[in-house]
C-alpha cells in the first residue's frame, strides 16, 4: 500500500532522512522505531507532504505522492495523528471530530464513523461538547486518533501515541490501535519510542538510526534480536 524508495529529506543543510526505504502493505500494523532525533516525525511528515522531500520517490497505492499537496494526500487516504496532539483546544470533541471529516460530504457515514469513535472511546463520548484543550494527555490522544479517523483513510500515521502518558493509558491506546487494525481492517505506520510495545503491537518493524534505517523484520523477530534489545528494550 505505502513504498518508499530511497527517500531524502533535508532541513537546510540538515538531512534529516538519508535514503530510507520502507513498505507497508494492507491490513498491517508497521511501527518504526528509534532513539530522539532518529529521523521518525520527519518520515511521517515526509510521507502527509508536510514537509518537501530532497529526492526519492513515495508510493501509496502504487501511485507517486511524494509531490502531492498534504491535502490531497488526506484525500488520497492517508491521515495523520500528530506527535503533540495538536488537536484543536478551543473546539469541543464533537468540533475536532467533524474537523476530522472536512473533506466528506457523506453526513450519514460521518455520523456513523463518530458512532463508532463513540464506541470505542467511550471517555469522549462523555466528553463531546468539551473544550478538546481541557481534556487529560491520554484523552487529548485519543481525540486525535479518532479525529485522523474521521477522514476514513486507509492508511493511518500515528507519530508516538504514548509520549506523555501514564502506563496505564499508554496500554489502553495501543488496545485501541490493535482493535482498529483488527476491526476496522485497518493498516497502520506508527512510529514510537516505546520500541517494547510498539513491537509487541506490529506485525514488523524498521528501526532508525541517525536518518538510516538500520534494521527491519517480523516484530517478534526484531523483539528478540540482541542488538533491539540492548539499544531499544534496555535488557
Ligand atoms: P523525536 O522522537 O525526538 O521526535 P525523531 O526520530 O522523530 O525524534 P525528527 O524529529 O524527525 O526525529 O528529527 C530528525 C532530525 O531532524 C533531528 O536531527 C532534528 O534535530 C532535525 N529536525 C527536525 N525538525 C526540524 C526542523 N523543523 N528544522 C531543522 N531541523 C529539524
Same mark, same amino acid.
Given at each position: 500500500m505505502?513504498?518508499?524508495?530511497?527517500?531524502?529529506?533535508?532541513?537546510?543543510?540538515?538531512?534529516?532522512?538519508?535514503?530510507?526505504?520502507?513498505?507497508? +502493505?494492507?491490513?498491517?500494523?508497521?511501527?518504526?522505531?528509534?532513539?530522539?532525533?532518529?529521523?521518525?516525525?520527519?518520515?511521517?511528515?515526509?510521507?502527509?507532504?508536510?514537509?518537501?522531500?530532497?529526492?526519492?520517490?513515495?508510493?501509496?497505492?502504487?501511485?507517486r505522492?511524494?509531490?502531492?499537496?498534504?491535502?490531497?494526500?488526506?484525500?488520497?487516504?492517508?491521515?495523520?495523528?500528530?506527535?503533540?496532539?495538536?488537536?484543536?483546544?478551543?473546539?469541543?470533541?464533537?468540533?475536532?471530530?467533524?474537523?476530522?471529516?472536512?473533506?466528506?460530504?457523506?453526513?450519514?457515514?460521518?455520523?456513523?464513523?463518530?458512532?463508532?469513535?463513540?464506541?470505542?472511546?467511550?471517555?469522549?463520548?462523555?466528553?463531546?461538547?468539551?473544550?478538546?484543550?481541557?481534556?487529560?494527555?491520554?484523552?487529548?490522544?485519543?481525540?486525535?486518533?479518532?479525529?485522523?479517523?474521521?477522514?476514513?483513510?486507509?492508511?493511518?500515521?500515528?507519530?508516538?501515541?504514548?509520549?506523555?502518558?501514564?502506563?496505564?493509558?499508554?496500554?489502553?491506546?495501543?488496545?485501541?490501535?490493535k482493535?482498529?487494525?483488527?476491526?476496522?481492517?485497518?493498516?497502520i505506520?506508527?512510529?514510537?519510542?516505546? +520500541?517494547?510495545?510498539?513491537?509487541?503491537?506490529?506485525?514488523?518493524?524498521?528501526?532508525?538510526?541517525?536518518?538510516?534505517?538500520?534494521?527491519?523484520?517480523?516484530?517478534?523477530?526484531?523483539?528478540?534480536?540482541?542488538?533491539v534489545?540492548?539499544?531499544?528494550?534496555?535488557?
Amino acid at each position: 500500500m505505502l513504498k518508499l524508495i530511497d527517500v531524502e529529506t533535508c532541513y537546510g543543510n540538515i538531512r534529516a532522512l538519508k535514503g530510507i526505504s520502507l513498505n507497508v +502493505a494492507e491490513g498491517e500494523i508497521v511501527s518504526l522505531i528509534g532513539a530522539n532525533g532518529a529521523g521518525k516525525t520527519t518520515t511521517l511528515m515526509t510521507i502527509s507532504g508536510l514537509v518537501p522531500i530532497s529526492s526519492g520517490q513515495i508510493f501509496f497505492n502504487n501511485k507517486r505522492i511524494e509531490k502531492t499537496d498534504p491535502d490531497k494526500i488526506v484525500a488520497a487516504g492517508i491521515s495523520q495523528a500528530p506527535e503533540g496532539r495538536r488537536i484543536f483546544p478551543g473546539l469541543s470533541v464533537l468540533e475536532n471530530l467533524e474537523m476530522g471529516a472536512f473533506l466528506r460530504a457523506d453526513q450519514r457515514e460521518i455520523r456513523k464513523d463518530m458512532d463508532y469513535i463513540f464506541d470505542l472511546f467511550p471517555l469522549l463520548n462523555k466528553r463531546r461538547h468539551q473544550a478538546g484543550g481541557t481534556l487529560s494527555g491520554g484523552e487529548q490522544q485519543m481525540l486525535a486518533i479518532s479525529r485522523a479517523l474521521m477522514a476514513r483513510p486507509k492508511l493511518l500515521l500515528l507519530d508516538e501515541p504514548s509520549l506523555g502518558l501514564s502506563p496505564l493509558m499508554t496500554n489502553q491506546i495501543f488496545e485501541m490501535i490493535k482493535k482498529i487494525n483488527s476491526e476496522q481492517h485497518m493498516t497502520i505506520f506508527l512510529v514510537e519510542q516505546n +520500541a517494547y510495545l510498539a513491537l509487541k503491537l506490529s506485525h514488523r518493524g524498521y528501526v532508525m538510526e541517525n536518518g538510516f534505517i538500520t534494521l527491519e523484520g517480523q516484530a517478534a523477530a526484531l523483539l528478540t534480536d540482541n542488538n533491539v534489545k540492548k539499544a531499544y528494550l534496555g535488557i
